[in-house]
């Protein structure tokens, strides 16, 4: 009986100034498999499908566990999360590339320090550093609670980012994330 196989297909860039290349890898499947231990295998091992040596793939991830956001990419031309994304349920082969939003560091690694930019010029914090009595906070009822708690959720992985189309060079809007 054959045994079964996961093929990836990741979008490869040295640097931002040179060309980008496909480079695709065969891995041995393992149940409840994801992208990042994927990706993992493939960079204790950097050997294409085709049996060459290669560079380890560079890419960001933390928590694996859809918590940090940092290994955000395009997944088979969607935005998600790396670590959530299992392979069992994806399309093969499975094509891995950088957000296209965001400059690009190296492979799949993005430099997403926009979203931190845009936090800082739109003041989205509360200003609370110790050094004066802000008083009794607004009240607010546990309805409105409810509906707010959401919106504090954003773990800045931006894939909202990458997917709207009003978030560009051109319209100077913060994105979602920032809101």
Known sequence: MATKTVSLEI??????????????????????????????????????AEGADTTPITYDSNCLEEICGSC???????????????????????????????PLVRDLQVDRSVLFQNLKAVQAWVPIDGTYDLGA?????????EVDYPLSNCISCCCCMEVCPQFNDDTGFVGAATM
């Open 137 to 145: 906070g607004p009240r607010v009822f546990p309805q409105q609670q």
């Open 72 to 102: 955000a990419m395009r997944i088979n031309g969607k935005a998600r999360m790396a670590c959530s994304a299992l392979v069992d349920s994806l399309e093969q082969p499975i094509k891995l590339e950088p957000l296209s939003k965001f």
């Open 11 to 48: 979008k490869r860039q040295a640097n931002p100034d040179a060309p980008s290349v496909w480079e695709r890898f065969e891995l041995p499947w393992r149940p409840g498999m994801n992208v990042i231990s994927a990706m993992m295998e493939i960079a204790a091992n950097p050997v294409t």
